[in-house]
């Protein structure tokens, strides 16, 4: 199995940016789709953006698309989410995600419940 660690987070100013990292370890990084997820105060968890094994396919949601960048790095067994022009709704605890894979099918996951581990979150605010 593997284990996901997340850094980054932290404090920043409407329309700033921010980078959150996540680092794993244990199994084949490049054997898991990512993903990422973030959960507002007194919200579900939802689902921000996802990644294939390859890094060739990424899937965003609606609020972010055209604001994040998803993206992988195999050889470092690192996701990262990098987000430009932040809006307070964006404020939230940041999780990455795992969803193990058994054939070679290229293909970002968007559903919490496909993936396998998580990560403890890191949390990003964004002030107004």
């Known amino acids: 199995q593997v284990q996901l660690v997340e850094s980054g987070g932290g404090l920043v100013q409407a329309g700033g940016s921010l980078r959150v990292s996540c680092a794993a370890s244990?199994?084949?990084?490049?054997?898991?789709?990512m993903g990422w997820f973030r959960q507002a105060p007194g919200k579900n968890r939802q689902f921000v953006a996802g990644i294939s094994w390859s890094g060739r396919i990424t899937f965003y949601a609606d609020s972010v698309k055209g604001r994040f960048t998803i993206s992988r790095d195999n050889d470092k067994n690192t996701s990262a989410l990098e987000m430009d022009s932040l809006k307070p709704d964006d404020t939230a605890i940041y999780f990455c995600?795992?969803?193990?894979?058994?054939?070679?099918?290229?293909?970002?996951?968007?559903?919490?419940?496909?993936?396998?581990?998580w990560g403890q979150g890191t949390q990003v605010t964004v002030s107004s």
């Open positions: 995600a795992a969803k193990r894979l058994y054939s070679d099918y290229d293909v970002a996951h968007y559903l919490e419940y496909e993936y396998d581990y």
């Open positions: 244990g199994d084949t990084f490049s054997s898991y789709a």
